[in-house]
Nanobody
Framework: VQLVESGGGLVQAGGSLRLSCAASGSILSINAMAWYRQAPGKQRELVAVITSGGSTNYADSVTGRFTMSRDNAKNTVYLQMNSLKPEDTALYYC???????????WGQGTQVTVSS
């Protein structure tokens, strides 16, 4: 499975961005997809996940501000980010959990920068 992210950029605090992640390859083997982020000097953290059944979960820090969704016809997942804060600044990665035993596929990352 190959993942390609897009949609990052520079935005002022309080603004919005929508990230996209297009998947190709063995799509039917995907069990779940997720967004992670990594800020400079920090560990990569899970932001949001969506299962094959459509259930979503979010990190406490983004709950109520971020929404993950998917378009099965386009093999694409999205991360709508509203009310952005400077602390949301990070490199955002798309992730797919594939097969069993599961392994992970990663995108190349897209930079999100929120200015104060």
């Amino acid at each position: 499975v190959q993942l390609v992210e897009s949609g990052g950029g520079l935005v002022q605090a309080g603004g919005s961005l929508r990230l996209s992640c297009a998947a190709s390859g063995s799509i039917l083997s995907i069990n779940a997809m997720a967004w992670y982020r990594q800020a400079p000097g920090k560990q990569r953290e899970l932001v949001a996940v969506i299962t094959s059944g459509g259930s979503t979960n979010y990190a406490d820090s983004v709950t109520g501000r971020f929404t993950m969704s998917r378009d099965n016809a386009k093999n694409t997942v999205y991360l709508q980010m509203n009310s952005l804060k400077p602390e949301d600044t990070a490199l955002y990665y798309c992730n797919a959990v594939i097969g069993g035993p599961p392994f992970h596929s990663w995108g190349q990352g897209t930079q999100v920068t929120v200015s104060s």
